[in-house]
């Protein structure tokens, strides 16, 4: 019998330093973005074009923008357009320039919302464009929305409408449960540096 019970405890142990042992430690924020960059993660939706544009849209954790993961009621996607390593918008002509900076500027917010896997598409809260005038390797758009109405669901898409790039309408799949786990992971680690 004390064998059993002695067999038994070790088992249950071994099981529970197992499935801790799955979670990831990540401590610095280039450990994060590394997380989140992994495509076996899922965080990250990518569109290639045959004129060789890239589109990302991938989720950006709180922590990452110096907000507590645990208090933030907001969900951050970044979404990314390059073409040959270097920012989409540095090498359109000079109208075409223009006009996207306005619209990246001022009319995202009703270019882009959320759908859940069951139900009615959800407006965006709000969405920020920095101009970094050609210095970075993409052009970034903060997408932010809150994510209480997906609760109850198990997926949902981000769909930007085309807005002038002649790209068309993207949508890119996210699965909560991926993202759960990354804030679940974050929640139980202290990001302990900027590196």
């Known amino acids: 019998m004390r064998f059993w019970s002695s067999f038994i405890l070790s088992v249950i142990l071994a099981c529970a330093l197992a499935a801790g042992g799955c979670r990831q430690h990540i401590k610095t924020?280039?450990?994060?973005?590394?997380y989140?960059?992994?495509r076996s993660n899922r965080l990250v939706g990518e569109?290639?074009?045959p004129d060789g544009t890239i589109v990302k849209l991938h989720y950006l954790p709180s922590?990452?923008?110096?907000?507590?993961n645990k208090s933030s009621d907001r969900y951050y996607f970044l979404l990314s357009f390059s073409r040959e390593g270097r920012e989409l918008l540095s090498?359109?002509?000079?109208d075409s320039y223009s006009e996207m900076v306005t619209t990246l500027s001022f009319k995202m917010l009703s270019l882009i919302y959320v759908i859940p896997d069951r139900g009615k598409a959800i407006s965006i809260d709000d969405c920020?464009?920095?101009?970094?005038?050609?210095?970075?390797?993409a052009n970034e758009l903060l997408v932010v929305f809150n994510p209480s109405s997906l609760r109850n669901v198990s997926r949902f898409q981000m769909k930007i409408k085309e807005f002038g790039l002649m790209l068309g309408d993207m949508n890119f799949e996210f699965d909560q449960r991926d993202i759960n786990e990354l804030n679940d992971i974050?929640?139980?680690?202290?990001?302990?540096?900027?590196?």
């Open 63 to 68: 922590a990452l923008l110096g907000i507590d």
């Open 47 to 49: 569109k290639e074009f």
């Open 29 to 34: 924020k280039s450990g994060v973005r590394e």
């Open 186 to 195: 974050l929640d139980n680690n202290l990001i302990i540096s900027d590196q």
């Open 128 to 137: 920020l464009f920095q101009q970094t005038f050609g210095m970075t390797g």
């Open 91 to 94: 090498q359109l002509d000079g």
């Open 36 to 38: 989140i960059s992994n």
